[in-house]
């Protein structure tokens, strides 16, 4: 075989585009059918879903060897099976529930009283009300009701299944009103928060690492029948490993849109899923169901660097000297690009996203971008350290 052909065979192993997905490859994966004897511990599948009992699930986890059964068989769900499951009444006392709920209506209100609060990712603004860190919020408006709240079992032996131990909770209220229009169909946090382009930099290995690193899931907040519009799946399509990519052509899209399930959801069950999955909240079609859910996205421990490094400090004393540098052309363009990335803060999140919108995208501004803003525009140094204290600021709770 040729040189040239072994290293376009590699090229084209190790980065994914989005011209190379295939439709036919997609479907061969997402029109697996789901069994029942595969999942012993699910009492049905519904629409090619995993549904599970959580008082009968909790029994079997009441040992050590039961508890790690079951958290192998969720793993499994989440990896190579359908990629969501639905747990019934995972909240049987709902008090607990109609109590949260209360706390972030009243955020809401404020946020209309204020005309403050975020948008949505993947719906037009507008349709939906957003509670963006409902987390640190419900905890300071009501610690005692938190406490109740994220107690709950099947939420932790879920978040233990995908991710192990010490993972990292954040949520986020979703509150789709009567004729709020369908998010478009996605992959969440982290590649399918960035473009094509920048998707396409990363190499496929990473594809396959952004789906274990978090884990989505949904709290039911009210009664959700179908015309109110919960949550469309399409089962098993985690694991086409070029999804990320493909989700921006029209055919698969397409293929969502005709192929996708629902499930309606009684208060306080909870839906998680792999963040890999094609899923999209539905149309609320209803003339009074405000469908509320709480959105959590947990992250593994180890979503971390080893060191803490004040990056804001570090990117205020390299920005003259880089000025210098590219003023005597003394480093190239692209020098100075690898320069700054290893100074500044090249990803937006975490951010505060009340204050850090994603306008005009799905990311926030990142503190690599800004340096680089104020290299090309000529900033004076006081200029950039003063934007760079601004995002800063923005960023915090």
Same mark, same amino acid.
């Given at each position: ?48 879903v995993l549904v599970y009992d959580s008082r009968k699930v909790l029994a079997s986890a009441s040992t050590a060897e039961g508890r790690r ?53 993947? =719906?037009?603004?507008? =349709? ?19 406490? +109740?709240?994220?107690? /709950? ?20 209220? /979703? ?117 509320? +859910? ?6 593994? +421990? ?35 690009? /690898? ?12 951010? /505060? ?5 994603p306008v005009g995208g799905l990311a926030p501004k990142t503190q690599a971008q800004l340096m680089h803003e104020a290299l090309r525009e ?8 003063? =934007?760079?204290a601004e995002l800063a600021e923005k960023k915090l709770t």
């Open positions: 075989m040729k040189t040239d052909n072994i290293q376009k065979l590699r090229a084209n192993r190790v980065w994914l585009t989005e011209d190379a997905c295939d439709l036919d490859d997609f479907r061969a994966l997402a029109e697996k059918t789901t069994a029942l004897a595969d999942y012993p511990h699910a009492s049905a599948v519904e629409k090619n059964a079951v958290l192998a068989e969720i793993c499994e769900v989440f990896g190579d099976g359908p990629g969501v499951v639905v747990f019934k009444r995972a909240y049987e006392d709902t008090a607990v529930i109609d109590d949260a709920s209360g706390i972030f209506s009243d955020i809401i209100e404020e946020q209309h009283r204020t005309s403050s609060g975020g948008g949505d990712h993947f =719906a037009k603004p507008g =349709a939906n009300d957003r509670i963006w860190n409902s987390l640190e919020k419900h905890c300071l408006a009501d610690p005692g009701n938190f406490a +109740a709240y994220y107690g /709950n079992a099947i939420v932790a032996l879920a978040s233990q299944a995908w991710l192990g131990p010490n993972y990292q909770m954040t949520a986020q209220v /979703n509150r789709v009103n009567p004729g709020g229009a369908a998010q478009s169909a996605h992959r969440d946090y982290h590649l399918g928060f960035q473009s094509s382009a920048v998707i396409e930099q990363y190499p496929a290995h990473v594809h396959r690492l952004s789906p274990v690193l978090t884990l989505q899931g949904a709290i039911a907040h009210c009664d959700m029948p179908l015309e109110s519009g919960p949550t469309l799946f399409l089962p098993h399509s985690q694991t086409y490993v070029p999804g990320y990519l493909a989700l921006k052509r029209p055919e698969f899209r397409e293929y969502f849109d005709r192929n996708h399930v629902q499930l309606p959801l009684e208060k306080g069950d909870v839906v998680f899923f792999n963040p890999a999955l094609f899923h999209a909240a539905g149309t609320n079609r209803s003339a009074d169901i405000k469908r509320v +859910a709480n959105l959590l996205q947990v992250s593994s +421990a180890f979503g971390r660097a080893m060191e803490t490094v004040d990056r804001r400090r570090m990117s205020a004393a390299l920005f003259p000297a880089l000025k210098a540098l590219k003023a005597s052309a003394r480093l190239t363009d692209t020098e100075i690009a /690898n320069a700054i990335a290893s100074c500044a803060e090249g990803y937006s999140f975490p951010t /505060n996203l009340d204050r850090d919108p000529g900033w004076s140094d006081e200029a950039f350290v003063a =934007a760079l």
